[in-house]
């Protein structure tokens, strides 16, 4: 079974504070992806990267960074989290090629205070 | 550009009647598309996909979507829907190794 981790499930950090959310996958899949989950707007891309020390942007990258330092491991960075990033935080891998399924951690649910 | 649109925001069924989620994509390629769940507080799950071998896919838990090019569409159907069928569900596409997604249909499954 191939799994995706999420460091945490629920995490409540302080506007202002440098929030680290990490990713960590087992089927050795080329991909990563992050995402934020929000009600009614469905799932928007942040980042994604389809190399070690590769990313990309998606569709919302601002006031996030990501690193991937590492093919089974992909970070999330919140440089200075604001109340508007209180979202739920979704993590995915995927081998290359435009017919592979992506395969989604559990989810992180960050609340900024 | 790419892009999915989910026609229906919530779907209410009874159990054991059938199950009609709608999904609509544009794109000038030849698409590649998805069926996700999501149960509560869980990740998404895929339960189809189409990759162009044949134009109906048969999916996990009874699932099965059609794709119609003339209608550019790829519904996503259950003959009986069971409790167990109630989650969130999205539709994707994807391309270049990166998938749009659908805001996503609310299914709820009245005993």
């Known amino acids: 079974d191939v799994k995706v981790t999420q460091s945490s499930r629920y995490l409540v950090k302080r506007t202002g504070e440098k929030v680290f959310l990490e990713c960590v996958q087992d089927?050795?899949?080329?991909?990563m992806f992050w995402y934020r989950q929000d009600p009614g707007l469905g799932l928007r891309l942040i980042y994604f990267s389809y190399d070690v020390k590769m990313k990309e942007k998606g569709d919302i990258p601002e006031g996030y960074s990501v690193s991937r330092e590492k093919k089974e491991r992909f970070s999330l960075i919140l440089e200075s989290a604001s109340t508007n990033q209180t979202s739920m935080y979704l993590c995915?891998?995927?081998?290359?090629?435009?017919?592979?399924?992506?395969?989604f951690g559990p989810g992180t649910r960050l609340t900024v205070l | 550009a790419q892009s999915v649109t989910q026609l229906d925001s919530h779907v209410s069924v009874s159990e054991g009647t059938p199950v009609l989620l709608r999904c609509n994509y544009s794109s000038s390629y030849s698409p590649s598309l998805f069926w996700y769940v999501q149960h509560p507080n869980k990740g998404l799950q895929l339960l189809l996909k189409y990759t162009s071998a044949a134009t109906l896919v048969k999916g996990i838990n009874g699932f099965e979507a059609e794709f119609k090019k003339s209608e550019t569409s790829f519904h996503l159907t259950k003959p009986s829907a069971h409790m167990s069928d109630a989650a969130e569900y999205f539709c994707a596409f994807t391309n270049a190794g990166k998938s749009t997604f659908g805001d996503g249909t609310t299914l709820t499954v009245k005993p």
């Open positions: 995915a891998s995927s081998f290359r090629g435009r017919f592979n399924e992506q395969f």
């Open positions: 089927m050795d899949h080329e991909n």
